[in-house]
């Protein structure tokens, strides 16, 4: 074998080892990026986010007795959706509003929240009410955690707003329970707080005051 076949075939071979190292790293760039492709990028959802209220507060709500807060108008909440979407409830305007609050971490709430939810699948509010959830104390070493997906797997159809971190909406009506419900009138007045879980006719109450005129 002469000397130029002997360089010739070195080349070849040099010229075969890289041009298979390029197609493999080619390759595996395409695996990648089709991988990556499939894949969706999962969505950074924030649990609290800023939310207040304007026009006063309620008082705490009392464990007995007559509620302070009934015939006060209640407080303009303007808050974030889980999808950042900003939001202002202002009660009145002919409108009855049902509030209810939710945390992710509470037994009571667990149970109350898919009753709620097949109710609505079920059944429209009357005409004039809206129905507004919050989710509020959030605690991220708690059960149940996040919120978002637990509200999203229960399939809640209506509203949905998030507290802040301070859970200033849940503070300023007056929330002393879980699960926790504020009846508005059209006149945005306070007519009822109830704390804890409720019955179907309960919850059918809540929206006939709610819709009363």
Not at 95 to 107: I, P
Not at 160 to 171: E, M
């Amino acid at each position: 074998m002469n000397a130029s076949t002997t360089e010739s075939g070195k080349g070849s071979r040099t010229g075969l080892l890289v041009g298979l190292a390029l197609a493999a790293a080619v390759a595996a760039a395409l695996v990648a990026s089709m991988a990556s492709g499939d894949r969706p990028v999962a969505r950074q959802v924030a649990e609290v986010g800023f939310a207040e209220t304007t026009g006063g507060v309620l008082p705490p709500m009392p464990r007995s007795g007559a509620d302070p807060a009934v015939g006060i108008t209640a407080p303009t909440i303007r808050a974030m959706t889980f999808d950042d979407t900003q939001i202002d409830v202002v009660p009145g305007g002919g409108r009855g509003l049902v509030v209810g609050f939710f945390t992710h971490w509470c037994s009571h709430c667990q149970a109350e929240l898919p009753r709620l939810t097949e109710w609505l699948s079920q059944n429209d509010p009357p005409e004039g009410v809206e129905i507004v959830a919050v989710s509020t104390s959030v605690d991220s070493g708690a059960p149940n955690y996040p919120p978002s997906a637990w509200f999203e797997n229960v399939g809640w159809p209506e509203l949905l707003l998030r507290d802040s971190p301070t859970n200033a909406i849940g503070a300023d009506f007056g929330l002393t329970g879980f699960p926790y419900f504020v009846v508005i009138g059209p006149q945005g007045r306070v007519r009822l707080r109830v704390s804890g879980e409720l019955s179907v006719d309960d919850w059918e109450y809540l929206l006939g005051l709610a819709a009363a005129p």
